[in-house]
């Protein structure tokens, strides 16, 4: 055990954790912010994307002690309210179905927009392959990439 | 207008007019609902809600809530039910809040969701839930009023007397409407008049999933709540011989290692009860990241089953289940099904002589198709929040099938069934997986055992291992033509892992004169269940693709001739219990072959196919277009034609196709669980590929028939052609038929 201080969505919070311990797992266990979905537990799924200083990463894949200062954004604390452009989007186009996946879908999209505001299709699709969705709801968040990307 | 006799849902009536006991009824709104924490300042403050009957609730200000009573998987119908309430209640959809009503038997009768049923079943009584609150509403006011009921009406939750031009929302009469007695008969709305139904209405949960807040089971948490997880056997036919645990009971925040037995020896398995490990052992610890590591430290022995039977009673039919010992493998699997083929089977349905019929034939066309196991794989996979104390047991989870699971866990737990409490939450996807609910009792046992209120999770390798795949299955089509080309005879014999997959009074049965249909199965100890559109998932495949050879032998466009057997089975049916209209059949094919510009000169490079199926009362049809670019095959469009009646929301139903389309074509390419000595062979996203962003059509365009038919499912029925369709594509593509799935096996050897 060794405790850790984590910058989480604009606050700062202390955890007493294994150093090995997972991010995914931290959030979900030890801070509450069950936004963040366990899929797979090998970064194979995307479920549990989040941002590390604002790109995003599989927090499955990522120890608490490999953090240190970094800033790490959950879905939770993208928006307070569901308003950034790309939330505002999936809403727009009614993209869930289970909506398991979607908070990982989000938070990939946010950060290939930050990257590449312009994506091509084919960016798009390459990017967004490291999420799955069993519903298969695929055609439909790249309709509401594609969406934010026109605005 | 439409009379409808409340008779339904009488129980549920009942309910809410006695608890009234004749007087204003206040129940607590925000907890009686979807409680997924247990901080209390997360909750909304009570509101006095005016319960008008067991769907819908009404505060003096106006605000409308309705009850969704079946669980929710994706289908959206969290969204579609209280939208059907909210037509003949005659209410502004925005003055509408939804909850997830509680699980009630008493209340409401089937909370399943599953076999694409849930508006199909729920459609009259939730039209009559609506109209006779609108009725009682309209009582109210006449009685407040001092004027004839008839001259009461509505509009968008607008209570109006025009005489007089008196007005009130219905919040004002709401609570005097609680006490009006339930009418004895309502008239419900002409169709035509829908305002709420058959328009797009977003998802009511959308906003809360976007911002990621704790809808699922597996999102659960309770204070003092440990984590637990089950080690189950390697492989299938083995079980638990002995176990070490001692350098795991040291390890930092591990509580204990138990072992549970999921049924006693000898119980009789009612329906969605599964054996797949009876024994099963258990690590439970503080949190997920602790229990998982020091499941790894167990020293554990395995060792052989011997062969049983057990009796499976399914509502009263009883038969018997032989669970063979042995490790299974995919390739004995198919030497043995082969070996079957060969023998003789059950008849399921015969008409005329196919035996003389095809003795005679000038041309006899004969293929086999083949489909390996598939695992559903739910991005959420299995859990469940337990609770069990000596009185009673609390239950959170994601299940299809409360009720089974209900009745299985209370008879285990040794607790009377009222004693048992179980909250639906929203589920990471289901697909059939979530109607076997042996992840319920497995959390009941163990938070028994620990004494604690406990979380099951499988890691996604422990679901994927787990069993209740979709069967193993293979089929052989024959049909006899005679010297003129015509079909004379037809024969399929189909045969599966541990069951076979056949629908013998399905199309073509009715459409030929000679027809005969068998069936064999293979006991396996390898588990299945139902997987999205069971059986008809397979048959679509193959029926489908043998249909385009057969099209082809006998120089016939594909659509046309199916349209021609249709015709065959509506103006002279063949036999009887033909359980698809025809119809409506050759609707959904006339639509896609519109809509697709079927028949028209080929773009180069684009290469299509079609199929068509009926299954869960409804009917869908698809064309593919694919295209071959460097070898690589690439869905370009799909055009989708799909009767399930009337549309309830348009756009979730859209999107529920799609999904649809891309599920089925990821199935039929890359879907599949083989096994080596019983061990299943992927069990993870990297061993088990799924379709992703980058493999979908470029285009999907999805078309429903318009008609005023009682809405079916949808959920199911657009999946299966989607095998055929793409099946047929490619053949055109590449000139090769792709009778075993997944076909990536093939594609990938061209």
């Known amino acids: ?151 | 207008m439409e009379k409808f006799n409340i008779t339904h849902s009488r129980r549920s009536f009942l309910k809410a007019s006695l608890l009234s006991g004749g007087g204003l009824m206040i129940s607590i709104g925000g907890l009686s609902g979807f409680k997924l924490t247990d901080k209390f300042e997360d909750l909304k403050l009570p509101n006095e809600w005016n319960e008008i009957n067991g769907y819908i609730k009404i505060t003096a200000d106006n605000v409308i809530k309705i009850l969704s009573q079946n669980p929710e998987f994706g289908q959206n119908v969290k969204t579609s039910l209280p939208m059907i309430v909210a037509e003949e209640l005659d209410v502004d959809w925005k003055d509408v809040i939804v909850e997830q009503a509680p699980f009630d038997t008493k209340v409401y009768t089937r909370q399943f969701t599953g076999g694409s049923q849930s508006i199909r079943t729920t459609w009259k009584n939730l039209r009559t839930a609506g109209a006779s609150a609108r009725q009682m509403l309209r009582e109210a006011a006449a009685q407040v009023w001092n004027v004839p009921i008839d001259e009461v009406s509505t509009k968008a939750s607008v209570l109006y007397h025009e005489k007089s031009g008196k007005s009130a929302k219905y919040g004002e009469m709401a609570s005097k409407a609680a006490s009006i007695p339930l009418p004895k008969e309502v008239k419900l709305k002409d169709v035509k008049d829908f305002k709420i139904v058959r328009s797009p209405r977003k998802n009511v949960e959308g906003i809360n999933i976007v911002t990621g807040k704790p809808l699922f089971g597996m999102d659960y948490t309770k204070e003092g709540m440990l984590i637990a997880m089950i080690h189950h056997p390697p492989a299938f036919g083995m079980k638990l011989k002995s176990y070490d645990a001692s350098q795991v009971r040291t390890m930092s925040g591990i509580k204990d290692v138990f072992t549970i037995t999921l049924l006693e020896e000898g119980t009789e398995r009612a329906i969605f009860d599964t054996r797949t490990f009876n024994e099963l052992l258990v690590v439970v610890g503080n949190t997920t990241w602790e229990v998982m590591n020091a499941r790894k430290k167990l020293k554990v022995e395995w060792e052989g089953i011997v062969e049983k039977k057990e009796t499976v009673n399914v509502f009263g039919n009883k038969r018997e289940e032989i669970i063979p010992a042995g490790l299974e493998s995919t390739e004995t699997h198919l030497s043995k099904m082969q070996e079957m083929a060969k023998k003789p089977a059950t008849e399921l349905r015969k008409d005329g002589d196919p035996e003389t019929v095809f003795k005679n034939a000038a041309q006899i066309i004969e293929r086999t198709y083949n489909a390996p196991f598939l695992a559903h794989n739910t991005m959420e996979p299995m859990n469940c929040f337990a609770h069990v104390t000596d009185k009673e047991a609390f239950f959170a989870a994601p299940l299809q099938a409360p009720e089974f699971a209900e009745r299985t866990v209370a008879a285990r737990l040794g607790l009377p069934v009222e004693k048992i409490n179980i909250e639906m939450t929203r589920m990471g996807g289901g697909f059939g997986r979530r109607a076997y609910g042996h992840y319920l009792v497995e959390a009941g046992l163990i938070s028994q055992k620990a004494k604690a209120p406990i979380k099951l999770i499988y890691t996604r390798e422990d679901d994927m291992t787990y069993g209740i795949y979709r069967p193993m299955y293979t089929a052989t089509y024959r049909a006899a033509l005679d010297a003129d080309k015509n079909l004379i005879g037809f024969h399929v014999k189909g045969g599966g892992i541990p069951e076979h997959p056949i629908a013998a009074n399905r199309f073509p049965a009715g459409a030929v004169d000679n027809y005969l249909a068998e069936g064999w199965e293979i006991p396996s100890n390898i588990t299945i269940g139902a997987f999205r559109a069971p059986r008809s998932n397979f048959n679509a495949a193959a029926e489908q693709s043998f249909l385009d050879e057969l099209a082809a032998a006998m120089g016939k466009d594909p659509i046309e001739l199916r349209l021609e057997l249709l015709k065959r089975a509506k103006d002279n049916p063949v036999g009887k219990n033909n359980d698809y209209d025809a119809d409506r059949y050759a609707g959904v094919l006339k639509l896609v072959r519109e809509k697709s510009g079927w028949g028209t000169p080929e773009k180069r490079n684009l290469h299509r196919g079609v199929a068509a199926y009926f299954c869960h009362n409804s009917y869908a049809a698809h064309v593919i277009d694919v295209a071959i670019k460097d070898g690589q095959v690439i869905v370009e469009n799909v055009y989708s034609a799909i009767d399930c009646g009337i549309v309830i929301n348009p756009d979730a139903a859209t999107n529920m196709v799609e999904g649809a389309v891309i599920d089925g074509i990821g199935n039929a390419l890359y879907g599949n669980l083989s096994l080596k000595n019983g061990s299943p062979q992927q069990n993870n996203f990297n061993t088990y590929r799924m379709i992703r962003c980058n493999e979908i059509p470029k285009k999907i365009e999805v078309y429903f028939v318009e008609n005023d038919i009682d809405p079916t499912g949808l959920g199911e029925p657009p999946f299966p052609p989607v095998f055929g369709a793409l099946a047929n594509a490619l053949f055109k593509a590449t000139e090769k038929r792709f009778y075993n799935q997944p076909f990536s096996a093939d594609l990938s050897k061209l």
């Open chain 1, 1 to 151: 055990m060794a405790k850790f201080s984590l910058k989480i969505n604009g606050k700062t919070q202390q955890v007493d954790v294994d150093p090995a311990t997972p991010m995914l797992w931290v959030l979900r266990d030890h801070l509450h912010l069950q936004g963040t979905k366990y899929g797979c537990g090998v970064a194979a799924c995307g479920a549990c994307t989040v941002h590390l200083n604002g790109s995003a990463v599989r927090s499955c894949q990522l120890p608490v002690s490999s953090v240190k200062k970094q800033e790490i954004t959950t879905i939770e604390g993208l928006t307070e309210n569901g308003d950034h452009p790309v939330q505002k989007a999936w809403l727009e186009h009614d993209v869930a179905q289970c909506g398991y996946c979607q908070a990982g879908q989000i938070m990939s999209a946010v950060s290939m927009l930050k990257n590449n505001p312009n994506p091509s299709d084919e960016e798009i699709e390459g990017y967004m392959s490291g999420n799955i969705c069993r519903c298969g709801t695929y055609s439909r968040i790249k309709t509401a990439i594609k969406s934010v990307v026109k605005k």
